[in-house]
């Protein structure tokens, strides 16, 4: 069992904070969690720095580390994670990862002997500004949904809606890292290439099936040299943690270009991910079996390990909430969309990074995986737009009257995600928030 998987002291789940927010159940910052990020106080010219969520503050972890809170590994890991991204402190590893999350635990409890000094090194969340977490060298975006893959395979292929590769292999392709956003992203509705129905030849237009895409990031700490596979039991020992992460896609652009290569104008023009990364330490509790139907094929010996079997799935709750301008100007707050929950991924996290590697790929600090979108087998856990409208053919009704089968101008997509578990703690990603702006001219 990897140390990421093993609950220590961190994770009790009667541990409390002097920081009085971190104790409200529902928060999604508790002492337990201990999300990593980038951020800067807001409408100021100062650097930005890595900084841990706790409760509705932000421990400036630059601050922390000049007033020698820290000491030995957890020190080296602070100074790391005090620059402008968290690369440094991904390349470190688990052990690093591990001495640093229990020195923030001990010096955030209640009673801890340096609150007073850690008090000031807190920035409330409500005047911090965020930047991506860390330099994302290169994001590849997975496809391993079955029940997604199935949805959207039936709009097409009715009578055989998964392609064949699907339960053999984690599907993926090379995805854009220049745009990715932080929560709060605002972008330009794309144009492309359309075919319109019943047409022969395409024309130049804006999208008019602009969908969302709910899924969860994955990232990346130490690298592998390159023709050197991760193999599947060491491939958590690779990933830092995970954070929330919308793909947006433009459905009819994709339509016309996707042959033969894939996505490429459809899926570049903008991905966005929440500001905070959840360590995968801080998800050990919500870990479960992972599992594959016994009449599907089951894993070629690269991709299966008992380690995998036994705990290589998590249960994390996801949803999708849609804030329309309308929405937005009466105060009425956000219509959740869609639910789900990543127990249901039909591929794991260790079994992504293995198949990444397995031809010789070399993954470096920082890189980003998205695990695709994650629709659960039921219809509200259709995790896109284009499921619930299957295809655009049906109209979603919203609390205030307004319809939607894609997105319009305006449209603000709200991400959340948490884990909860009798016994522990409850832990949040906090929000994934985009704007969609209209084309330009």
């Not at 949805?151 to 292929?157: H, P, V, Y």
């Not at 129905?197 to 690298?223: H, M, N, Q």
């Not at 010789?360 to 219809?379: F, V």
């Amino acid at each position: 069992m990897s140390e990421s998987a093993t609950i220590n002291e961190t994770h009790a789940a009667d541990l409390k904070s002097w920081v009085e927010s971190a104790n409200d159940g529902a928060c999604d910052f508790p002492i337990q969690n201990l999300p990593f990020g980038v951020f800067r106080r807001r409408g100021g010219a100062e650097p930005f720095r890595g900084g841990v969520a706790i409760g509705d503050q932000v421990l400036d972890l630059g601050a922390a580390h000049a007033a020698g809170l820290f000491s030995g590994e957890a020190a080296t890991a602070a100074a790391q994670a005090a620059s402008d991204s968290l690369n440094g402190l991904l390349a470190m590893g688990p052990r690093a990862w591990s001495a640093l999350r229990l020195a923030l635990s001990r010096m955030l409890r209640a009673g801890a002997q340096d609150s007073a000094r850690a008090t000031h090194c807190l920035v409330p969340q409500s005047d911090a500004e965020h930047a991506v977490p860390a330099r994302v060298g290169d994001y590849t975006d997975m496809y391993t949904s079955v029940h997604h893959a199935t949805n959207i395979g039936r709009l097409f292929r009715p009578d055989n809606p998964l392609m064949p590769n699907f339960k053999w292999l984690p599907v993926g392709y090379h995805g854009r890292a220049s745009s990715i956003g932080v929560s709060g992203q605002r972008f330009r509705r794309p144009r492309g290439q359309v075919l319109p129905a019943g047409a022969s030849e395409p024309v130049f237009t804006d999208c008019k099936r602009l969908d969302y895409e709910l899924e969860l990031g994955i990232w990346i700490g130490p690298g592998n040299r390159l023709g050197e596979p991760v193999p599947i039991g060491a491939a958590e020992s690779h990933i830092f943690g995970l954070c929330l992460l919308n793909d947006w896609s433009a459905r009819d652009i994709q339509a016309w270009e996707y042959q033969p290569l894939g996505p490429f104008l459809a899926k570049s023009f903008a991905t966005t991910i929440s500001a905070w990364i959840v360590t995968l330490e801080a998800l050990a509790p919500y870990r479960c079996q992972w599992t594959r139907p016994a009449d599907d094929p089951q894993p070629l010996p690269y991709l299966e390990a008992a380690s995998n079997r036994e705990r290589g799935a998590l249960d994390i709750t996801i949803e999708a909430w849609l804030e329309t301008a309308k929405m937005r100007a009466a105060g009425s707050g956000a219509a959740r969309l869609s639910h789900s929950s990543f127990r249901h991924s039909y591929w794991s996290i260790a079994q992504m990074v293995a198949h990444h590697t397995v031809a010789g790929c070399n993954l470096q600090a920082g890189d980003l995986i998205g695990t695709g979108t994650q629709s659960g087998p039921t219809s509200d856990e259709a995790a896109a737009l284009i499921e619930l409208t299957m295809g655009g053919k049906k109209q979603l009704m919203l609390p205030d009257g307004e319809t939607r089968t894609f997105l319009e101008d305006g449209d603000a997509v709200i991400l959340r995600g948490w884990c909860e578990k009798a016994g522990f703690a409850r832990v949040g990603f906090g929000e994934c928030r985009g704007l969609v702006l209209p084309a330009s001219a």
